[in-house]
Protein backbone atom coordinates (compact mmCIF):
# COMPACT_ATOMS: atom_id res chain seq x y z
CA UNK A 1 0.00 0.00 0.00
CA UNK A 2 1.37 3.10 -0.91
CA UNK A 3 1.21 6.00 1.49
CA UNK A 4 2.77 8.55 -0.53
CA UNK A 5 1.10 9.03 -3.93
CA UNK A 6 2.59 11.89 -6.68
CA UNK A 7 -0.19 10.85 -9.31
CA UNK A 8 1.82 12.47 -12.37
CA UNK A 9 4.46 10.82 -13.43
CA UNK A 10 5.50 13.33 -15.70
CA UNK A 11 4.50 17.62 -16.00
CA UNK A 12 5.20 19.88 -18.54
CA UNK A 13 5.50 23.87 -18.35
CA UNK A 14 6.69 26.43 -20.14
CA UNK A 15 9.36 28.55 -18.91
CA UNK A 16 8.58 31.32 -16.74
CA UNK A 17 5.18 30.03 -16.21
CA UNK A 18 4.45 28.31 -12.25
CA UNK A 19 4.72 24.52 -11.57
CA UNK A 20 2.51 22.66 -9.68
CA UNK A 21 3.11 19.31 -7.97
CA UNK A 22 0.95 17.33 -6.03
CA UNK A 23 1.43 14.74 -3.68
CA UNK A 24 -1.00 12.42 -1.67
CA UNK A 25 -0.55 11.01 1.73
CA UNK A 26 -2.77 8.06 3.51
CA UNK A 27 -1.17 7.91 6.61
CA UNK A 28 -2.30 10.44 9.47
CA UNK A 29 0.52 10.06 11.51
CA UNK A 30 2.82 11.83 8.96
CA UNK A 31 3.67 15.16 10.62
CA UNK A 32 6.88 16.60 8.52
CA UNK A 33 7.30 16.71 5.19
CA UNK A 34 9.77 17.12 2.65
CA UNK A 35 10.70 17.64 -1.33
CA UNK A 36 13.58 16.46 -3.22
CA UNK A 37 14.85 17.27 -6.41
CA UNK A 38 17.06 14.73 -8.43
CA UNK A 39 19.07 15.65 -11.51
CA UNK A 40 19.96 12.35 -14.08
CA UNK A 41 22.90 10.90 -12.41
CA UNK A 42 22.73 12.18 -9.58
CA UNK A 43 21.60 11.46 -5.67
CA UNK A 44 18.18 13.48 -4.72
CA UNK A 45 18.89 16.94 -2.60
CA UNK A 46 17.28 18.29 -0.48
CA UNK A 47 14.98 20.84 -1.48
CA UNK A 48 12.30 22.24 1.14
CA UNK A 49 10.06 20.92 4.20
CA UNK A 50 7.24 21.72 6.14
CA UNK A 51 5.84 20.59 9.35
CA UNK A 52 2.11 19.99 10.00
CA UNK A 53 2.13 22.76 12.39
CA UNK A 54 2.21 24.93 9.61
CA UNK A 55 0.60 25.11 6.31
CA UNK A 56 2.73 27.12 3.79
CA UNK A 57 6.60 27.31 3.58
CA UNK A 58 8.55 29.45 1.34
CA UNK A 59 12.10 29.71 0.17
CA UNK A 60 12.81 31.81 -2.71
CA UNK A 61 10.56 30.69 -5.76
CA UNK A 62 10.18 27.69 -3.95
CA UNK A 63 6.25 26.86 -1.52
CA UNK A 64 5.05 24.06 -0.06
CA UNK A 65 1.60 23.93 0.87
CA UNK A 66 0.13 21.56 3.57
CA UNK A 67 -3.86 20.57 3.57
CA UNK A 68 -3.16 18.60 6.58
CA UNK A 69 -7.37 17.42 6.34
CA UNK A 70 -7.03 16.66 2.70
CA UNK A 71 -4.28 15.02 3.29
CA UNK A 72 -2.60 16.79 0.27
CA UNK A 73 0.67 19.01 -0.48
CA UNK A 74 1.99 20.71 -2.73
CA UNK A 75 5.22 22.13 -4.29
CA UNK A 76 4.45 25.85 -6.52
CA UNK A 77 7.51 26.74 -7.87
CA UNK A 78 7.70 30.83 -9.44
CA UNK A 79 8.67 31.50 -11.86
CA UNK A 80 9.79 28.04 -13.22
CA UNK A 81 13.74 28.28 -15.21
CA UNK A 82 15.00 25.37 -17.00
CA UNK A 83 17.47 24.59 -14.67
CA UNK A 84 14.04 23.00 -12.63
CA UNK A 85 13.80 20.15 -14.90
CA UNK A 86 14.34 17.53 -12.76
CA UNK A 87 12.43 14.72 -11.25
CA UNK A 88 10.80 16.01 -7.72
CA UNK A 89 10.24 13.34 -4.92
CA UNK A 90 7.77 14.04 -2.29
CA UNK A 91 8.36 12.34 1.00
CA UNK A 92 6.62 12.22 4.98
CA UNK A 93 7.71 10.77 8.19
CA UNK A 94 5.97 10.57 11.69
CA UNK A 95 6.47 11.31 14.83
CA UNK A 96 9.72 13.14 14.77
CA UNK A 97 11.25 9.83 14.09
CA UNK A 98 13.99 10.74 11.85
CA UNK A 99 15.21 10.09 8.50
CA UNK A 100 14.54 6.02 8.93
CA UNK A 101 11.18 6.59 8.91
CA UNK A 102 10.45 8.77 5.67
CA UNK A 103 8.56 7.55 3.04
CA UNK A 104 9.16 8.34 -0.26
CA UNK A 105 7.04 9.00 -3.44
CA UNK A 106 7.50 7.87 -6.63
CA UNK A 107 8.34 10.96 -8.03
CA UNK A 108 7.28 13.58 -10.69
CA UNK A 109 9.21 14.32 -13.58
CA UNK A 110 9.13 18.63 -14.63
CA UNK A 111 10.04 19.45 -17.82
CA UNK A 112 10.09 23.22 -18.52
CA UNK A 113 9.70 24.01 -22.03
CA UNK A 114 11.42 27.43 -23.03
CA UNK B 1 28.22 17.87 -4.35
CA UNK B 2 26.67 16.62 -1.28
CA UNK B 3 29.68 14.66 0.65
CA UNK B 4 28.40 11.75 0.16
CA UNK B 5 30.88 9.40 -2.01
CA UNK B 6 29.45 5.91 -3.43
CA UNK B 7 31.33 3.24 -5.55
CA UNK B 8 31.22 1.89 -7.80
CA UNK B 9 29.17 3.84 -10.02
CA UNK B 10 27.56 1.39 -12.29
CA UNK B 11 27.82 -2.60 -11.69
CA UNK B 12 27.19 -5.51 -13.96
CA UNK B 13 26.73 -9.10 -12.50
CA UNK B 14 25.34 -12.49 -13.16
CA UNK B 15 22.61 -13.43 -11.11
CA UNK B 16 23.46 -15.94 -7.91
CA UNK B 17 26.49 -14.04 -7.87
CA UNK B 18 27.79 -11.17 -4.54
CA UNK B 19 28.37 -7.79 -4.86
CA UNK B 20 29.40 -5.05 -2.32
CA UNK B 21 28.79 -1.51 -2.56
CA UNK B 22 30.42 1.21 -0.94
CA UNK B 23 29.46 4.63 0.68
CA UNK B 24 31.79 7.33 2.79
CA UNK B 25 29.53 9.59 4.46
CA UNK B 26 30.32 13.44 4.77
CA UNK B 27 32.36 14.29 6.68
CA UNK B 28 30.86 14.61 10.06
CA UNK B 29 28.01 12.10 9.44
CA UNK B 30 27.21 9.68 12.03
CA UNK B 31 24.21 7.88 10.28
CA UNK B 32 24.16 6.20 7.26
CA UNK B 33 21.10 4.95 4.86
CA UNK B 34 20.89 2.74 2.12
CA UNK B 35 17.51 2.93 -0.26
CA UNK B 36 17.16 0.60 -3.48
CA UNK B 37 14.91 2.73 -6.20
CA UNK B 38 13.97 0.46 -8.84
CA UNK B 39 12.17 0.80 -12.13
CA UNK B 40 9.01 2.66 -11.53
CA UNK B 41 8.98 2.91 -7.70
CA UNK B 42 9.97 5.56 -5.20
CA UNK B 43 13.12 4.72 -2.93
CA UNK B 44 12.48 2.36 -0.69
CA UNK B 45 14.37 2.44 3.01
CA UNK B 46 16.67 -0.48 3.36
CA UNK B 47 18.67 0.10 6.38
CA UNK B 48 20.31 2.54 8.54
CA UNK B 49 23.40 2.44 10.51
CA UNK B 50 24.08 4.91 13.21
CA UNK B 51 27.99 5.19 14.94
CA UNK B 52 29.17 1.69 13.55
CA UNK B 53 25.87 0.18 15.10
CA UNK B 54 22.53 -0.92 12.84
CA UNK B 55 19.76 1.16 14.06
CA UNK B 56 16.45 0.71 11.63
CA UNK B 57 15.47 -1.68 9.10
CA UNK B 58 12.98 -1.59 6.31
CA UNK B 59 12.67 -3.21 3.51
CA UNK B 60 15.57 -5.12 3.24
CA UNK B 61 15.68 -8.94 1.98
CA UNK B 62 17.54 -12.03 3.79
CA UNK B 63 19.68 -11.82 1.27
CA UNK B 64 21.36 -8.53 1.83
CA UNK B 65 23.31 -6.78 4.68
CA UNK B 66 24.92 -4.56 5.48
CA UNK B 67 28.05 -2.57 8.00
CA UNK B 68 29.52 0.21 8.92
CA UNK B 69 33.02 0.54 10.16
CA UNK B 70 34.67 2.64 12.66
CA UNK B 71 36.11 5.14 9.98
CA UNK B 72 32.00 5.37 9.56
CA UNK B 73 32.29 4.64 5.75
CA UNK B 74 29.09 1.18 5.19
CA UNK B 75 29.31 -1.87 3.06
CA UNK B 76 25.57 -2.92 1.42
CA UNK B 77 26.35 -6.29 0.93
CA UNK B 78 23.73 -7.81 -2.15
CA UNK B 79 24.40 -12.00 -2.61
CA UNK B 80 22.43 -14.94 -4.49
CA UNK B 81 21.37 -11.69 -6.87
CA UNK B 82 18.10 -12.23 -8.64
CA UNK B 83 17.28 -10.42 -11.69
CA UNK B 84 14.79 -8.12 -9.65
CA UNK B 85 17.65 -6.80 -7.39
CA UNK B 86 18.51 -4.87 -10.72
CA UNK B 87 18.33 -1.10 -9.17
CA UNK B 88 19.81 2.00 -8.44
CA UNK B 89 20.92 1.78 -4.90
CA UNK B 90 21.50 4.99 -2.81
CA UNK B 91 23.48 5.92 0.22
CA UNK B 92 22.66 8.92 1.99
CA UNK B 93 23.78 10.58 5.65
CA UNK B 94 22.89 12.62 8.28
CA UNK B 95 24.15 14.17 11.69
CA UNK B 96 22.17 11.42 13.59
CA UNK B 97 18.98 10.45 14.93
CA UNK B 98 15.52 12.81 14.45
CA UNK B 99 16.83 14.65 11.17
CA UNK B 100 15.00 13.93 8.13
CA UNK B 101 17.37 15.94 5.98
CA UNK B 102 19.30 13.72 3.99
CA UNK B 103 22.04 14.03 1.82
CA UNK B 104 22.15 11.55 -0.91
CA UNK B 105 25.44 9.70 -3.21
CA UNK B 106 24.81 9.37 -6.78
CA UNK B 107 24.08 6.24 -6.25
CA UNK B 108 25.03 2.77 -7.81
CA UNK B 109 23.20 1.11 -10.92
CA UNK B 110 23.41 -2.32 -10.54
CA UNK B 111 22.35 -4.77 -13.13
CA UNK B 112 21.77 -8.28 -13.11
CA UNK B 113 21.63 -10.31 -16.24
Known amino acids: DQQVKQNSPSLSVQEGRISILNCDYT??????FLWYKKYPAEGPTFLISISSIKDKNEDGRFTVFLNKSAKHLSLHIVPSQPGDSAVYFC?????????????FGKGTHLIIQP | DSGVTQTPKHLITATGQRVTLRCSPR?????VYWYQQSLDQGLQFLIQYYNGEERAKGNILERFSAQQFPDLHSELNLSSLELGDSALYFCASNEGDFNEKLFFGSGTQLSVL
Open chain 2, 27 to 31: SGDLS
Open chain 1, 91 to 103: AASEGGGGADGLT
Open chain 1, 27 to 32: NSMFDY
